[in-house]
């Protein structure tokens, strides 16, 4: 079982930023990627970005590759999403997630193959 900490989330106005972070714990081991997801009001879930562990390839929704950045700290176990020029359309609950399967570039943004997943984070975005 793989249980998380997750944080940062928060309102911001449009073109400001948020860092959320993802701490999981427990069975930390069995998951060999991690991603971000996010769902918006009235919305399906929609993957963010996608991290293979350890150090393999980082995958971004071409919509946000620009503005957003995964990245991992290996001692802490935490991983973070860096969001810039935020817009109101990212207005969303934030959620990570691991996997015990290795997602390449067809399947990270799939929630079907997340196993365990964090309790969210609201980021609103709005003036």
């Known amino acids: 079982q793989v249980e998380f900490v997750q944080s940062g989330g928060g309102l911001v106005q449009p073109g400001g930023s948020l860092r959320l972070s993802c701490t999981p714990s427990?069975?930390?081991?069995?998951?060999?990627?991690i991603g971000w997801f996010r769902q918006a009001s009235g919305k399906e879930r929609e993957g963010v970005s996608s991290?293979?562990?350890?150090?393999?390839?980082?995958y971004y929704a071409e919509s946000m590759k620009d503005r957003f950045t995964m990245s991992r700290d290996i001692f802490t176990n935490t991983v973070y999403l860096q969001m810039n020029s935020l817009k109101p359309e990212d207005t969303a609950v934030y959620y990570c997630?691991?996997?015990?399967?290795?997602?390449?570039?067809?399947?990270?943004?799939?929630?079907?193959?997340?196993?365990?997943w964090g309790q969210g984070s609201q980021v609103t975005v709005s003036s």
């Open positions: 997630a691991t996997s015990q399967g290795h997602l390449d570039g067809s399947r990270w943004y799939r929630a079907y193959f997340y196993d365990h």
């Open positions: 427990g069975r930390t081991l069995d998951y060999s990627a």
């Open positions: 991290m293979s562990t350890p150090g393999g390839t980082t």
